[in-house]
């Protein structure tokens, strides 16, 4: 899905999954666009943690990664540039760990202002 003629924003929000309940990771502004450039989840704990990604299209949520291993005090791009996502304005992205206090997690993304969307 290429995009031209587009000023584009570059955008990185983070979040700490403290609990085990679903968080809203990142949702795609009103009149965007959005390319989702890399998900980084790191580890903190001396064992292997699981985390749940999921996207939202408005209607319908589906699982992108599930029970996903992230190897013990380590991080891992679940998505980068050579396998990116793209999303449409309200769309969001979930993010669930099976355990609290272990994962943190980071979204980069290139929004797109598109009026007639």
Request: aromatic share 6%.
């Amino acid at each position: 899905m290429p995009i031209t003629n587009t000023a584009s924003k570059l955008v990185t929000k983070a979040s700490d999954l403290t609990g085990t309940g679903q968080v809203t990771l990142y949702t795609v502004p009103a009149n965007h666009t959005s390319i989702v450039r890399a998900l980084i989840v790191g580890n903190s704990d001396s064992s292997a943690r699981n985390i749940l990604v999921q996207w939202n299209d408005g209607s319908t949520t589906t699982n992108i990664f599930e029970a996903r291993a992230i190897a013990a005090n380590s991080s891992e791009a679940l998505i980068n540039d050579n396998a990116p996502l793209y999303l449409q304005a309200g769309n969001i992205v979930y993010v669930t760990a099976t355990t609290a206090n272990t994962l943190l997690t980071t979204i980069s993304v290139e929004e797109y202002y598109d009026p007639n969307r």
